[in-house]
């Protein structure tokens, strides 16, 4: 296989003579991992009820049980990177107990060394979870992407919606300065003329010469009034738009007007572009809507004209920023169990980092706890991580 998680595995060494020492799949009675050693029997399990993960042990020798008073315990975590765990046990009821947390992920190859009666029983194992190896050559064919985990700018947002409207204030509507007959149309509603082109020739009903409409700003045809034959009739005869700006009327309901200022920036994602546009809140209008929403205007540039009215938008308005020293990107975030988990990248094996998480924004997720400062994550395409840890049946069961 090219990609393959790493289980749970045995490896066992005995120093009492002529020992059977051994790693079982059996479970003791409190749903430990057996260890054992002749008749020395070591369980060993991580107990978490009402507590943070500890471990707890329980000895019996000829399946009598052995006085925690007597017995010397030590257990070695070494995790995914070398970092190593050394916990020591102390007597508690009819168990020892670890003196320190198991934090997550429970991923590690444990080394134990039990003493007792003047014989140390040792055994190693592997324990793992959440973890997986790739080949850097495969990882890059894969797609697979890493970025390292530290200081980000968090925005804080709010959602809303809206619509494209044409710019009323780069808009005219086009009358004969002369009322008279309309001999010919140039234009078509939809074309697009530049200022100076003729519209229309109108003859004048005071002089009886002709004379050219001129469109007095560049534009679009919006709208068009004015056919071969007919009388001008002081009214207006053709709209031109001009498209080069539109507005961005974005809905702002009540609860958050308070927080929203003329001048904070907008991410503006439409249908029409591929990419977000952003631009700034130009004003916000005096009058309430219907849906007691009050509109938030944005001007944006539209040189292409690719913007269209009546186009509706979702948009994102920026209230806020928060540096914060540690954050991952949101695209590397997977679940796992019942965390949310990013896949830290140590030479070529990945494993989970259980994630307690703060602000959060489009881009960026605020880092909590779970994860060190400096730590190389997958980012692009770690579902893949995720597929092959769950196919290779990823457990938390020790």
């Keep these: 296989m090219m ?56 000895a019996t020798v000829n399946d009598q049980p052995v006085d925690p008073e007597d017995l010397d315990l030590n257990v070695q975590l070494t995790r995914l990177g070398g970092v190593v765990d050394d916990i020591d046990f102390v007597p508690t009821g009819d168990a020892l107990r670890g003196d320190m ?5 429970h991923s590690f190859s444990v080394s134990v060394a039990a003493s007792y009666n003047g014989n140390t029983h040792r055994w190693s194992y592997d324990s793992f979870e959440g973890r997986t190896r790739i080949e850097p050559a495969v990882a890059e064919a894969l797609g697979i992407e890493t970025d390292i985990a530290g200081p980000a700018v968090i925005e804080e947002t709010i959602p809303v919606y809206g619509r494209i409207v044409a710019n009323s204030d780069d808009v005219s509507n086009v009358t004969a300065r002369f009322d008279g007959k309309i001999e010919t149309v140039a234009v078509a509603l939809g074309d697009y003329v530049n200022a100076g082109d003729t519209l229309a020739t109108i003859e004048s009903n005071q002089s009886l010469t002709s004379f050219e409409l001129l469109a007095p700003i560049s534009g679009l045809i919006t709208a068009r009034n004015a056919s071969g034959g007919e009388s001008t009739a002081g009214r207006v005869l053709f709209t031109i738009t001009d498209t080069s700006t539109v507005w961005a009327d974005l809905a702002v309901f009540p609860s958050d007007l308070p927080r929203i200022s003329v001048g904070e920036r907008v991410t503006i994602n439409t249908p029409l572009t591929d990419t977000p546009i952003t631009g700034t809140i130009a004003r916000i209008l005096p ?27 979702q948009a ?16 590397g975030l997977q679940a796992f ?31 909590l706890g779970g994860l060190e400062p400096g730590t190389r994550y997958v980012t692009e395409n770690s579902y893949i991580l995720k597929a092959d840890v769950e196919k290779d049946g990823a457990s938390h069961d020790h």
């Design 287 to 313: 009058e309430t809507a219907s849906n007691q929403a009050v509109t938030a205007r944005v001007v944006l540039d539209n040189p292409d004209g690719v913007l269209r009215a009546g186009t509706w938008v």
């Design 337 to 367: 169990r019942n965390f949310t988990v990013v896949y830290a990248q140590i030479g070529d094996q990945y494993e989970v980092r259980m994630l307690d998480l703060g602000r959060q924004s489009a881009e960026w997720v605020e880092v």
């Design 316 to 331: 994102q308005i920026n209230i806020a920023e928060h540096e914060v020293p540690l954050a991952v990107r949101r695209e």
């Design 101 to 105: 947390v198991i934090y997550e992920p």
């Design 3 to 58: 990609l393959s998680s790493c289980g749970e595995s045995a490896n066992t060494e005995a120093t009492t003579p002529d020992a059977e020492n051994a790693v079982t799949d059996e479970r003791g009675p409190n749903n430990g991992i057996l260890l054992r050693d002749g008749e020395f029997v070591l369980e060993l399990a991580i107990f978490e009820t009402g507590v943070p993960p500890e471990y707890r042990a329980w």
